[in-house]
């Protein structure tokens, strides 16, 4: 359900409990519904920003538009329960968190650290335990100031982004409740990050998280190797060299096989990955023959190794494993994983990488043609 489709309900809801007469008198006008919350942490201080629409212009006859139909109220505090009755007392109604679709943590907070704020969520009725987290390294200010498209708020904006790229597999998103979760078994893990490229919004990465603050960042472009090995219908494109030429091939993963081994404190992985992979265009107008074909095919096959044992390296040198390899280990050896002391194991493990892919020409090549 998109984040409009919540909104909807909920305004859906309030309206049937006050014909129904029930909740005394909580109906719609006496509440806030919250589309977007930024916590940020500066100096010594914890901010809260909310973007509320603007109801009652746009029920108007003449609408409104962009950024008039909503407005950002902030509360600070030396702790989150100071903070967030200064944002209470700006308010003219109490606020709702049932229609957030996002929450956005700034670097400061995440720096910081994130577990005072997500057991204040956990025990938070009002907020959906569904909801995507993304870090930021903009300032709250900044991140709020592009005007937003389709007459949607920053709120929106961010949440669409997420489910639009998560729909196509294109990114790795977490909940609330898959945090905790991690939380809860000491996991290192990773969050989407959102900034401004260009004066508008976009994911450029990923924030690593490690004993519940900022550990690292990946750049969207070194993280497609996190993306195989996490996201079960990984969806990607590279530009492959071959002969003198170019081509890009989109990538879509078919299976993955992570199979853990363990001998006397020795841990060791066998990975196989298969994908379905397509020719997209070259960059000179030329025929393909099979010779050519082929080149592609294993040159790609090489690539995509390169990432995926990038990522792992990447992981093992930061000794904080991102990649969930622990749960798989986990899952096999139930009773040897809570005698291990992971990290520095981990750092040490063995890892065996097998990769194979089709690769459809798209009507590039030409069979009759010998090299």
């Known amino acids: 359900m998109t984040l409009k489709k919540v909104f909807v309900c909920c305004i859906s809801i309030f309206i049937i409990l006050t014909t129904a007469s029930c909740w005394d008198s909580m109906d719609i006008d006496s509440k806030a519904l919250i589309s977007l919350v930024i916590t940020d942490k500066q100096d010594d201080e914890f901010v809260f920003y909310v973007e509320v629409p603007n109801l009652e212009i746009s029920q108007t006859p003449e609408g409104g538009s962009g950024k008039e139909q909503y407005s950002v109220v902030n509360g600070r505090g030396k702790n989150y329960m100071e903070a967030r009755q200064e944002l209470d007392s700006k308010m003219d109604k109490l606020l709702f968190l049932g229609t957030v679709g996002s929450l956005v943590l700034t670097k ?6 994130l577990e005072e704020y997500m057991l204040r969520l956990q025990n938070t009725v009002d907020y959906r335990k569904a909801l995507n987290i993304v870090t930021t390294f903009e300032k709250p200010e900044d991140l709020l100031s592009p005007e937003p498209e389709n007459n949607i708020s920053i709120g929106y904006s961010i949440q669409d982004t997420l489910n639009t790229l998560s729909d196509l597999d294109l990114i ?14 000491d996991y290192c893990f990773i969050l989407p990050n959102i900034d401004l490229k260009e004066g508008r919004l976009a994911i450029n990465g990923y924030t690593i998280i490690h004993e519940n603050k ?9 993280s497609k190797g996190v ?120 750092k040490q493990a063995q890892f065996d990488i097998s990769i194979k892919t089709s690769l459809n020409p798209g009507g590039m090549i030409d069979y009759t043609t010998k090299k």
């Open 108 to 113: 400061n907070l995440i720096t910081h650290g």
């Open 172 to 185: 790795i998103t977490y909940t609330t409740s898959d945090i905790l979760d991690f939380m809860h078994s």
């Open 214 to 222: 900022y550990l690292n960042f990946i750049p969207l472009n070194k």
């Open 227 to 346: 993306l195989f090995i996490l996201e079960d219908k990984a969806t990607t494109r590279y530009v492959v060299p071959f002969d003198k030429y170019e081509a890009t091939v989109e990538v879509r993963m078919k299976k993955r096989k992570i199979r853990p081994n363990y001998l006397i404190n020795n841990i060791s992985y066998e990975l196989d990955f298969t994908f379905n992979s397509k020719l997209i265009y070259l960059n000179k107008d030329i025929t393909l023959d099979k010779t050519m074909l082929e080149e592609i095919k294993k040159n790609l096959e090489e690539l995509i190794l390169k990432d995926i044992s990038e990522a792992i390296k990447n992981s093992k040198s930061l000794q904080c494993d991102y990649l969930g390899f622990k749960e798989q280990f986990r899952i096999r050896y139930p009773n040897e994983v809570k005698t291990i002391n992971w990290e520095p194991t981990y």
